[in-house]
């Protein structure tokens, strides 16, 4: 006899899917979290809709893009019902903000580690279990983005559960500890796909720094290095997914 979670899972899956099979998927999926996805879509051709999805080819290569609001829920409902074995690396694209004095707006952060301040993944994990991305997608993710001329920050950053509550002692506890910023998904976003058995992985922009008290609405040349970040972090994806491929056949160098 199935359990409740198999039987509301199959449920779940007609809300949100509904008629789109998501057997049609590629093996590649990047998703623009808290942002929207339609810089990432112009990098396709061969676009097709497909339910929640956008399908399509970057130098003949199928990828699959889609969006999701702030917050790890809808990470959670989209990750659990992915097929596993059609979709193998999910490449995460986000903002963040951050939280030592040397990060500035336009700036790359890709997270080694997420502390677990979500909500969400003590339902899966015990507090001990480290939230950590796939390393080797890391790894080409890191490359890539050092191609690009971004200035790039590695290592640990903090998953707040609150998107509107960051007090000053909260934040100035955060820096004095070293995390190099704070956002809502991560460390939902990398153990999730662990619990799913996807290699993920994040590359996040820097739209404000909380601890400096910075915002890039306040500078148009904080607006314009937020774009550029942007660009140069898809830019990033799409070298890794030409590196994935590159593995994938054997012929990656390096």
Known sequence: ?????????????????????????????????????????????????LGLFIIGEYKNIKIAITSRKIGTIQLEELLRLLPDDKVEYIIGLGAVGALQPDIQIGDLIIPTEAMRGDGLTQYYYPSTEKAVPDPTLTDLLIQSSEKTGAKIHKGTIFTSGSLLHETDEFIYNLHNKGYLGMDCEASAFFLLCKYCGFKGSLILYVTDNPYTKQIFSNSFKAMLRLFRAERKAIKAIFQAVLDIEEITNGKYKG
């Open 1 to 49: 006899m199935p359990t409740w979670e198999e039987i509301f899972l199959k449920e779940y899956k007609k809300i949100v899917f509904r008629l789109s099979n998501p057997q049609k998927l590629a093996k590649i999926l990047i998703i623009a979290i808290g942002i929207p996805s339609k810089n990432l879509e112009n990098k396709l051709h061969n676009k097709r809709r």
